[in-house]
């Protein structure tokens, strides 16, 4: 394999063989109730042979599926569905987030855990933010500019939860979070939309709907989440200094910044909302999974992303046409940018998946007939997670620790 599509350094390939997955998840939904639909899920419904990141593939997919829905029906997220769309997309994310905790206690159950199953499922839920955004955004018909609010309401919090991991070394989930409660609300709001239509969420004044406020609301509970984990982190004893962890916000912060400008300056956000929100999402999608890759590996943070000069070219593209100076049309440069978008992508997720599977010796889809040892070194929950578990300390444990 070439260097340059090595993305794990010879250190984080190293350090893989200290590998332990920590994660406590506290959500209210998913001690009370949906653990126990989780459960006979993994135990009843679940072949011993399926591979857990197929599970995982099956729930993006899932998504894919909510997300054309949204393509169709909603083409400028302001449209006026039939009922049914709605309680099918509430289908969908509820199969989304079934097979989303049931591939962990499959991995758990055939004892097939690994750093890259760990990887798979973070990087599958970053690709997810901006088409939850977008479908939800289509619900409550508020349109593209608050579609956009919305991704930026999703970018951060997912962001600085794995940041904060990333020096607390364990993943802890709040009682109220969005891999829970927040999928439970959209599910809630799908199918009030089936029942009562799209109009509900239209009731207010023209700027000021109730789906406008909705999303406000979402934006203050995303504020909180933000501050919880910088909070957090920088109570941190024995971390580096405050500092240093703020640099590596760096590519994301300059990602952050060019979207908005391209988003102030751009007529496609308006003109092409799901082509523009589609490829600041995936280029997010990639940052994320490449900052999941090195918090996994214990590897150090880069501080610039080759991909971030094409769209800060798109971005100076706009600047031009909205000063008046002729330039690139902005439509083909976007379908570009998206197209780099999608490849870059897939080679991060195609030799990454390769350099994880050579060195642990084994296949991303499908796993020895129920194995009785972990196939990787450190594959396991934590022992003292463990016994925190069994002591009644934790409560519930994320289930993202497979194969």
Not at 265 to 285: K, N, V, W, Y
Not at 365 to 383: D, K, L, N
Request: proline share 5%; aromatic share 16%; hydrophobic share 50%.
């Amino acid at each position: 394999m070439q260097s340059y599509f090595r993305y794990i350094t010879d250190k984080g390939i190293a350090n893989l063989e200290h590998y332990s997955y920590s994660g406590v998840d506290n959500s209210f939904c998913a001690k009370h109730f949906l653990k126990h639909w989780w459960n006979f899920g993994v135990e009843r419904l679940t072949p011993i042979w399926l591979a857990p990141n197929l599970i995982t593939l099956f729930g993006l997919f899932c998504n894919i599926g909510m997300y054309l829905i949204a393509y169709f029906m909603f083409p400028t997220l302001t449209e006026a569905a039939p009922r049914w769309p709605y309680f099918i997309i509430a289908l969908l994310i509820f199969a989304y987030q079934t097979l989303d905790n049931i591939d962990g206690k499959q991995a758990r159950r055939t004892k097939s855990s690994s750093p890259l199953g760990e990887l798979f499922d973070h990087c599958c839920d970053a690709l997810s933010v901006a088409m939850f955004a977008i479908v939800m955004s289509g619900t409550i018909r508020v349109g593209p500019i608050w579609a956009f609010v919305s991704c930026i309401i999703g970018f951060w919090p997912f962001y600085l939860a794995h940041w904060e991991e990333y020096h607390a070394g364990i993943l802890v989930l709040g009682e109220f979070n969005g891999p829970t409660e927040a999928q439970v609300l959209f599910i809630i709001i799908e199918l009030i939309t089936g029942i009562f239509t799209s109009d509900i969420w239209t009731v207010g004044p023209t700027n000021f709907t109730l789906g406008n406020i909705l999303i406000i609301l979402m934006a203050l509970a995303a504020i909180y989440s933000i501050y919880t984990n910088v909070h957090n982190t920088f109570k941190l004893p024995n971390r580096m200094p405050f500092t240093k962890c703020l640099m590596q916000l760096t590519p994301f912060t300059i990602f952050f910044v060019l979207i908005i400008i391209w988003a102030s300056t751009s007529a496609m956000l308006e003109s092409q909302p799901h082509l523009f929100i589609m490829t600041i999402g995936i280029i997010f999608g990639y940052l994320q999974s490449r900052f999941i890759t090195q918090r996994v590996c214990h590897d150090d943070c880069k501080m610039f992303y080759p991909i971030l000069i094409p769209l800060a070219l798109c971005v100076f593209n706009s600047i031009l046409i909205r000063g008046g100076v002729h330039s690139i049309s902005e439509l083909p440069l976007l379908w570009c940018m998206f197209a780099l978008a999608c490849v870059q992508f897939l080679l991060f997720a195609y030799f990454t998946t390769h350099q994880l599977c050579d060195h642990l010796k084994i296949k991303v889809f499908t796993i020895p007939y129920y194995s009785q040892q972990p196939t990787s070194p450190g594959a396991e929950v934590s022992a003292s997670l463990l016994n925190a578990i069994e002591e009644g300390q934790v409560e519930h444990v994320d289930d993202d620790d497979k194969i």
